[in-house]
Each structure stands twice: as structure tokens, then as C-alpha cells.
């Protein structure tokens, strides 16, 4: 059902963890659903991140989404991460089944929410950026 | 490999594959003809419908052979509902159903039928005052599992058929998951319909039965020839006919000592699981279940992570995630017991067969502690709990 790619980030995932003191952190998704990715992002002072991390709750291919999104957007400019799109990901993979596809959504989305928070923690604006629809922060704090 | 999706499907016994065999190459006649080389393969289908209907305490001639427990179900609802109609248009049902049940009664409510579908409690044990209250005088058609095909729950059969019978109503029981693995008696729990499918008691697939009580008028589902007493049409599926049979003879002689060794190894499984796996729970009812099935719920993972991984330990099972269902919802019999989603998604269904030992139990029970812990440790949710300590 799984590609070779997907099952290596399933079985080897890359950069499970947290970071302590994050630049941005991202958590989207519902338990609702089966699928929670957080995601962790630190970023230097020339907006180059130099480390990403996730946790992830949901079936094999979020955990290999999540993995893969990481990847690609360390080393890169915060602009350069913002072009990972949950296409990028997908392709990375060699692909996802089409029930799967919405956990390669969610990877991208989770870049977003964690760059969404370095921007509000630093007070800037990341052009290009809009506010992730899933963060599960920003739900709670809509919900109060 | 350890297999422990025997709900799922059984492997076919040596001796049913030995019994199908001849009518493969050698008896492969239409029972149905005239000629004497026929005659050997019609004996051999009246000889598996009397050991199919002695299971259940029936008549031969109140089994009617079909392709499965899905064309069974279609078959005993729909043609009920039909054979009814004119005294009522009102089915009851529950909500933890196979979906050969569910899907069947969402049809018939799109052809104007009600239907009212009874809830469970906690353990998933049907809600008799509920469904008492739920008959009406339009009422037609009881139809109730007997066990559950995720968690194993054993429903009060007797007394939902004493019920059905004192209101005059019909009662059909979709038996799939029980037939052969527990005592069943089609007059002492007072059923008038019930399906049963060869492949989950180590019979062979495409074979399955509807029992319909002498005097039951509903008509045929399947048209088109004389063969069932003219109410379900088609050559005889001899070989798989006479593999049911087989396996319902070896069930009845081996129940006792089968069911007793798949107990004992299932509770051992249970009290490991509840012991050594933290947040772990048991669903279903903890004794009034199959001898075969345990099914758990993990908190803070996701099933289907667990069952690739478990598979590459060579462990075969199942979940009620939404991932494995391919929709968004978590198992429908989860949610019915009152599971949140989220708790939901973590669930593992292990289910037995005689040939599991305690060395396969405790491989598994090792590996799931193992996988578990790692699934754990990337999960976001887990996370959150430990900071927070909180549910």
C-alpha cells in the first residue's frame, strides 16, 4: 500500500523529538480525525532554520509526512520553507495512497502554524504566509 | 507469522480441505441432475446441510445455502421487510451491527422503512429495556447480532428472542461471528432467521447459510432456478457446501475443548495486555464475549502505526482506526460503547485460533509493549499528557 520512501520514514523516522525554547512551534490537526502533527522550528537570526523537529499521532503515512517535511525544510530560509508544499512532500515520498493524501496536507499545514508562531513571537510578517486553519492553539483560544 | 485476525478469516481446516477435495475433479457434477453420477454430489449437500442445521438445533430444510453472511443478511431484512410491508414498515436493529446489517437497513430507510437502532452499554451489551420500548405495533423485523464482530460481545440472545416472540414479531440474528465457536439453539433462543458464513470457523469463503424457520413466509432473493426449495437460486457451491459442513460437524464435536484453550489463552492475553501496557483498556464485555476475541484501546496512538508495525514482527491483526476503515471515523462499535474518537483510533483487535499457543501470546504481548512505547514517545498527545498530567 506504502511506498519503499514512505515505509523508511515510517520504520527510521527523521527529526522525532521537541526542541527546547523553540523559534516557532506548530501543532494541527484532530484527535478527532486520527492525525496530530507538532512541529518544531528553530531559526537563526538570518532566517535560516537550522533545526526542525516533530511528534506526530496518526497512521503510517503522517508519520512519514511529517519526517519528510522536516527534511525538507531544514537548512532552508524561512521563505524557502514556505514553498514545501504538501506536493513537495507527496513527491519526496513517491507518492501517497489518495485516502492518505490529506496527511501530506497536514504536513505542509504544520510548517505553517510553527512559522505562523516564530512570526508572532518575533513580531514580523512573513509575506506569503496566512494563518494556519487547523493550529489547534489558535482553535482553543477562538473557542475561549 | 502468528495470525490473530481469525475474525477476519479463518484458516480452512486440513480435514474441510480433505473433505472439499473430490468435488473439485472427480464428484464435480450439478447435484441438481437426473443422472446417477449427480446423485453422489446431492448426498454429500444434504449430508453438510444436516450437520449445518444440527449446530443450531434446526431442520435441514430450514437451511438455505447462499454465497456468504452478507448475502444472508441482505437476504433475511430485505425479503422480510418486503413479506411485511402491509403490516408495518418498522425495523429495529442496534448500533454496533456489521454493516451487512447497517448498510442493509440505511437502504430500506430510503425505501420508506423506519428504522430504530437500539444503543449498547459500556461493555456493548444491548439495552433490553431500550429495545422493549422501542416496539411498536408497525414493527416487523428484530434483527440482533449475536456476538460482536470488533469487540466480541456476546448479546442476551434468549431473552431478545423470548421478547420478539411474546410481541409476535420476527427475529433475525446475523450469527456470523459465533456460529461455530458458541452453543447456539435456534428454538431455546426462540430465532426465526439466522446467517452464519463457513470462512470464520475454518470452513472455506463463498459459503454461507441463511436458517429460516419452518412457517417464516419471506420470498426469494436470489430468482432463477428450483435449487434451495426454489428460495435462493444457483448451482450449489458443492465443494464449499460440503466444507461448511464439515467444519460445523468438527465444531459441534470440538467445542468444549476448543473454546476452553482459546479462554484460557485469551484471558491470558487480556491480563498481560491490562497489566504490562499502561493506558490500556479492555473493550467489550470482560466474560460474555467470543472465546477468541480480545480488543484493546491504546491511549495517545494510532492504530494503523501499530499494525504496520506489528506486521513486521510477523504479527497479523486488525484496528477499528479510521485509517484502516478508509474514512475519517474510528470504528462505529467504539464510538457506540462511548469511546472518544481520539481514544478510539488506538484500538487493536487480536482474535485466536486453535492453533495459537502462549509462546505466539507472549511474543505479541512483548512486541506491543515495545511498539506501544515507541509510538508514544513521537506522539504529541502523549507529550501533552506527561507535561500536563492531565486526561
Redesign the interface.
Same mark, same amino acid.
Given at each position: 500500500m506504502y511506498s519503499e520512501k514512505v515505509m523508511d520514514h515510517?520504520?527510521n523516522?527523521r527529526n *522525532?523529538g521537541?526542541i527546547e525554547n523553540p523559534s516557532g512551534v506548530g501543532?494541527v490537526g484532530n484527535?478527532?480525525?486520527?492525525?496530530?502533527?507538532?512541529m518544531y522550528l528553530d531559526i537563526d537570526d538570518n532566517g535560516i532554520i537550522q533545526e526542525a523537529k516533530?511528534?506526530?499521532?496518526?497512521?503510517?503515512?503522517? *508519520?512519514a509526512t511529517s519526517s519528510m517535511a522536516t527534511e525538507l525544510v531544514k537548512g532552508r530560509t524561512v521563505q524557502q520553507a514556505l514553498e514545501v508544499t504538501n506536493k513537495a512532500v507527496m513527491e519526496a515520498l513517491d507518492g501517497l495512497p489518495p *485516502?492518505?493524501v490529506h496527511c501530506s496536507l497536514l504536513a505542509e499545514e504544520a510548517i505553517h502554524a510553527a512559522l505562523w508562531d516564530y512570526a508572532e513571537k518575533n513580531n514580523i510578517t512573513i509575506e506569503g504566509l496566512e494563518k494556519p486553519v487547523s493550529d489547534i492553539e489558535e482553535k482553543i483560544e477562538e473557542e475561549y | 507469522m502468528i495470525y490473530l485476525d481469525n475474525a477476519a478469516t479463518t484458516k480452512v481446516s486440513e480435514e474441510v480441505f480433505e473433505a472439499m477435495k473430490p468435488y473439485f475433479c472427480e464428484q464435480y457434477a450439478n447435484p441438481s441432475a437426473i443422472y446417477s453420477f449427480a446423485g453422489k454430489s446431492m448426498k454429500a449437500v444434504d449430508e453438510a446441510r444436516k450437520n449445518i442445521a444440527d449446530f443450531i438445533g434446526a431442520q435441514p430444510n430450514e437451511i438455505y445455502f447462499t454465497a456468504g453472511g452478507s448475502e444472508s443478511d441482505n437476504w433475511a431484512i430485505k425479503a422480510a421487510a418486503e413479506a411485511y410491508k402491509t403490516k408495518g414498515k418498522h425495523i429495529i436493529t442496534s448500533t454496533i451491527e456489521h454493516h451487512a446489517v447497517l448498510h442493509t437497513c440505511q437502504y430500506l430507510e430510503k425505501q420508506g422503512y423506519e428504522v430504530t437502532y437500539v444503543n449498547v452499554d459500556e461493555d456493548g451489551v444491548i439495552r433490553l429495556d431500550e429495545l422493549e420500548a422501542a416496539i411498536r405495533p408497525d414493527t416487523i423485523l428484530i434483527t440482533i447480532m449475536t456476538a460482536n464482530n470488533e469487540i466480541g460481545t456476546i448479546q442476551p440472545i434468549k431473552e431478545i428472542g423470548a421478547l420478539a416472540k411474546r410481541k409476535g414479531i420476527l427475529f433475525h440474528t446475523d450469527a456470523v461471528q459465533a456460529y461455530g465457536h458458541i452453543p447456539l439453539n435456534v428454538d431455546e433462543q426462540s430465532i426465526d432467521m439466522l446467517s452464519a458464513s463457513g470462512h470464520k470457523f475454518y470452513g472455506p469463503k463463498g459459503i454461507g447459510i441463511l436458517y429460516i424457520r419452518k412457517g417464516v413466509r419471506i420470498g426469494s432473493f436470489v430468482h432463477g432456478g428450483a435449487q434451495e426449495r426454489s428460495r435462493r437460486a444457483g448451482t450449489h457451491n458443492t465443494s464449499g457446501i460440503v466444507g461448511m459442513g464439515t467444519a460445523a460437524l468438527l465444531a459441534a464435536e470440538r467445542l468444549q475443548e476448543r473454546s476452553a484453550k482459546e479462554i484460557e489463552l485469551r484471558d491470558y492475553l487480556i491480563r498481560r495486555v491490562l497489566a504490562e501496557v499502561p493506558y490500556s483498556r479492555l473493550n467489550g464485555h470482560m466474560t460474555d464475549r467470543l472465546p477468541n476475541n480480545a480488543n484493546f484501546c491504546f491511549r495517545f496512538i494510532e492504530g494503523e502505526s501499530l499494525l504496520i508495525l506489528l506486521d513486521q514482527q510477523g504479527i497479523c491483526a486488525s484496528s477499528g482506526s479510521a485509517c484502516t476503515s478508509g474514512s475519517l471515523d474510528p470504528s462505529h462499535v467504539l464510538l457506540a460503547i462511548g469511546l472518544p474518537h481520539e481514544i478510539a483510533h488506538g484500538s487493536l483487535r487480536l482474535t485466536l485460533s486453535e492453533e495459537v499457543t502462549k509462546e505466539d501470546i507472549d511474543f505479541t504481548v512483548d512486541a506491543i509493549k515495545t511498539i506501544v512505547e515507541r509510538l508514544r514517545s513521537m506522539s504529541p498527545l502523549y507529550e501533552d499528557f506527561c507535561k500536563k498530567g492531565e486526561v
Open positions: 515510517f520504520n523516522p *522525532v521537541e501543532t484527535a478527532k480525525c486520527g492525525d496530530i502533527m507538532r516533530f511528534k506526530t499521532f496518526g497512521c503510517g503515512a503522517a *508519520v *485516502v492518505k | -
